[in-house]
Each structure stands twice: as structure tokens, then as C-alpha cells.
């Protein structure tokens, strides 16, 4: 192996809080007075893994694959954008090592769902939940997540050539 195989990529998303959504992270709709708005279910988790991804496979970010101005992508789950870019990895001979994210939101607590969030992810990335990591912090109630006027998540991925390639 020489290290052209092995990729890392980072991930970064917000969205604004608004009444009258769904609250989606990770596929998981989490009880909450307000959800996230966007084209899709605006699962923060699952867009900030897709950009991750495609960070580490030099593809660009998630707006150029599954633009908002595209109706094609209104409401759509996330995860299914999700299990999309990593057919991309696929087909570029990669797949991935591992997965570690973080949710930056003040409200509401989100341990109690991390674990489902987890298998879901595993899921849509057709890996062992052991190669998912997700964790979920507040910010002291400073800035926008500590307004709770949105919800932020952080995603870092590793690509690894498969063997088979």
C-alpha cells in the first residue's frame, strides 16, 4: 500500500432551526420543538459525512452533486445522499476505514439517540458500527448553536484502497 491509498477528508454543515420541521439527525427524528430547514430533511450529520467523503476522494462538496435548486432532491432523506457518495467511494476502488463526527447543538440532549444515529449511519455506509463514531456537544451557550437559532456537525473520514481495486 502506498499512501496515494489511504485518504482523509473533513465535513461541515449547518442548518437553521425552524418551526414546523422535523428534526433529523442522522437519520433519526429526534423530538424537538423545531427542526432543521432545507431541500432535503437537512440531516446536518449525514450532509457533513457526505462532504467528508468527498473531501477525501478529491469530488468537490454535497451542493455539486445534489444541488437545492434541483426538485429532484426536495425532502429526500438524507442518508439515501448518503448511501450515494458511497457508491461514489466505491466505484473509486476505496472504502472506508472509519468515521468520526461530532453535532454541535445546544438543545435538545442527543445522547439518548446517538446510538440508533450510529446504526443508521452504518447502515446507509454498509460498514460495521465500529467504524462510526459520533458524538454530540453543546457550546455554552455561545453563538449560534448556543442561541439555538441552528445545529452544526463536524465530520472527519478515512479512505482506505480496497484490495480489490
Not at 20 to 38: A, E, W, Y
Request: glycine share 10%; with cysteine; proline share 3%.
Amino acid at each position: 500500500m502506498n499512501l496515494s491509498d489511504i485518504r482523509i477528508g473533513n465535513g461541515y454543515d449547518v442548518h437553521r432551526l425552524v418551526e414546523g420541521r422535523k428534526l433529523i439527525l442522522g437519520g433519526v427524528d429526534v423530538p424537538h420543538s423545531m427542526g432543521l430547514d432545507g431541500h432535503s430533511d437537512a440531516d446536518a450529520l449525514a450532509h457533513a459525512l457526505c462532504d467528508a467523503l468527498l473531501g477525501a476522494l478529491g469530488a468537490g462538496d454535497i451542493g455539486a452533486y445534489f444541488p437545492d435548486t434541483d426538485a429532484k432532491w426536495k425532502g429526500i432523506s438524507s442518508l439515501l445522499l448518503l448511501k450515494e457518495v458511497m457508491r461514489m467511494c466505491r466505484e473509486k476502488g476505496f472504502q472506508i476505514a472509519n468515521v468520526d463526527s461530532v453535532i454541535v447543538a445546544q438543545k435538545p440532549k442527543l445522547a439518548p439517540h446517538l446510538p440508533e444515529m450510529k446504526k443508521n449511519i452504518a447502515l446507509a455506509l454498509d460498514v460495521e458500527t465500529d467504524q462510526i463514531n459520533i458524538k454530540a456537544t453543546t457550546t455554552e451557550k455561545l453563538g449560534f448553536a448556543g442561541r439555538e437559532e441552528g445545529i452544526a456537525a463536524y465530520a472527519v473520514a478515512l479512505l482506505v484502497k480496497n484490495d480489490r481495486s
